[in-house]
């Protein structure tokens, strides 16, 4: 690549930023179906998650103070309790309206294309295995059962908090849930949702004295085989570990 101008990068901004001629095309692409809003495994074995308790807690000025990437965790395992807080901060339901269940973290359209799946190395009460959060029940759904932590620590560039982790939060898009309202645009705007359910994801895990480490760095389709998705319409896009201090 000779210059910025020359790559994808640079074409893909270019050709997906609205002004006020390219907003009346934008749905030039025709009607795209889409998906349904919520993803479940309707054969797996499901466990509820426990309500969330929210303890004295940390002021949201020192959590943000505070907050940083931690890579090394302690080897115990965290509470089911603990779990289902932090699932709750990143996608809880909050709000119930007429044809929309709105979350704690924004989605542009209130779309939600981003899924949540687990990978649990100790949870206390969980079975080691490969889990998906169902966010409409909030419960999580066993994909397979199996200590992942090493196969998606080769998967993560060898980055070694993956295995180290209770637990890798790993985030997927369903590109058409947002596709099918903000055509090419939505790729922006599903990298925007992700950032903010990570975000809430460290912000929770520091008010519970928790560790969490973001990574954007691993090979996708190795992710996309774990999970069993097929990355076209479904793929891999962001993970985070989260362990003891
Ligand atoms: C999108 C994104 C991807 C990241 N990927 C990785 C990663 O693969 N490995 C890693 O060790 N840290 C990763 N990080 C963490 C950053 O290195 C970290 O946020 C940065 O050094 C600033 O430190 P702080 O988060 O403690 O403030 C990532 C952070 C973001 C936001």
């Known amino acids: 690549?000779?210059?910025?101008?020359?790559?994808?990068?640079?074409?893909?901004?270019?050709?997906?930023?609205?002004?006020?001629?390219?907003?009346?095309?934008?749905?030039?692409?025709?009607?795209?179906?889409?998906?349904?809003?919520?993803?479940?495994?309707?054969?797996?074995?499901?466990?509820?998650?426990?309500?969330?308790?929210?303890?004295?807690?940390?002021?949201?000025?020192?959590?943000?103070?505070?907050?940083?990437?931690?890579?090394?965790?302690?080897?115990?395992p965290i509470s089911m309790t603990t779990l289902s807080t932090l699932l709750w901060a990143i996608q809880g339901i909050t709000l119930s309206a007429r044809d929309y269940q709105f979350r704690t973290a924004p989605s542009a359209g209130a779309l939600y294309p981003v899924e949540t799946y687990l990978s649990i190395h100790r949870v206390?009460?969980?079975?080691?295995?490969?889990?998906?959060?169902?966010?409409?029940?909030f419960a999580l759904e066993e994909i397979v059962q199996g200590n992942f932590g090493e196969h998606l620590t080769r998967a993560a560039l060898d980055q070694a908090m993956v295995r180290r982790g209770a637990v890798l939060f790993i985030w997927?898009?369903?590109?058409?849930?947002?596709?099918?309202?903000?055509?090419?645009?939505?790729?922006?705007?599903?990298?925007?949702?992700?950032?903010?359910?990570g975000q809430n994801l460290q912000l929770a895990a520091t008010a519970m004295g928790l560790g969490c480490c973001p990574i954007g760095a691993f090979y996708d389709e190795e992710i996309n085989q774990v999970l069993r998705v097929d990355g076209e319409e479904e793929t891999a896009i962001y993970l985070a570990a989260v362990g003891k201090l």
């Open 1 to 76: 690549m000779k210059s910025y101008k020359d790559g994808i990068a640079y074409q893909y901004l270019r050709e997906t930023k609205y002004d006020r001629e390219s907003i009346l095309r934008r749905h030039d692409l025709g009607q795209i179906p889409r998906p349904p809003a919520y993803k479940t495994y309707p054969e797996a074995a499901k466990i509820p998650l426990p309500r969330s308790v929210f303890g004295k807690t940390k002021s949201l000025w020192d959590i943000l103070d505070q907050r940083r990437s931690r890579r090394r965790y302690a080897p115990g």
């Open 124 to 137: 206390s009460d969980v079975k080691q295995g490969m889990y998906h959060f169902n966010v409409l029940d």
């Open 172 to 197: 997927t898009a369903i590109v058409l849930r947002s596709m099918s309202k903000y055509r090419n645009r939505c790729i922006r705007y599903i990298f925007m949702d992700a950032g903010h359910i």
